[in-house]
Nanobody
Framework: VQLQASGGGLVQAGGSLRLSCAAS???????MGWFRQAPGKEREFVAG????????DYADSVKGRFTISRDNARNTLYLQMSGLKPDDTGVYYC??????????????????WGQGTQVTVSS
């Protein structure tokens, strides 16, 4: 599966963005995730989706502000981000693993990665 992330940009604090991740193959039985990486920091978990979208998980830092969703018919994963903060700045990556249910926040668990899209939040 090839993944293509898009939708990043420059936004002021408090603003919103929606990231998209288009997959080249079917993702209905994949566990999907969003991760981000700020300069000089490790890649960190943001949100995850399993069981075709029936279950989701969020990092504490984004809970209540970000929403992960997917359109399995379009093989696309989304991340709706609102109430953005400067600390949300980083390169956002989508990831996939060919397993229907996986409870994990580790980037090492995922097999396929998109190229990343830059999100910059100004104060």
């Amino acid at each position: 599966v090839q993944l293509q992330a898009s939708g990043g940009g420059l936004v002021q604090a408090g603003g919103s963005l929606r990231l998209s991740c288009a997959a080249s193959g079917r993702i209905s039985r994949h566990t999907m995730g969003w991760f981000r990486q700020a300069p000089g920091k490790e890649r960190e978990f943001v949100a995850g989706s399993s069981l075709g979208g029936a279950t989701s998980d969020y990092a504490d830092s984004v809970k209540g502000r970000f929403t992960i969703s997917r359109d399995n018919a379009r093989n696309t994963l989304y991340l709706q981000m609102s109430g953005l903060k400067p600390d949300d700045t980083g390169v956002y990556y989508c990831a996939s693993k060919n397993i229907e249910y996986l409870l994990t926040r580790s980037h090492r668990s995922f097999d396929y990665w998109g190229q990343g899209t830059q999100v910059t939040v100004s104060s």
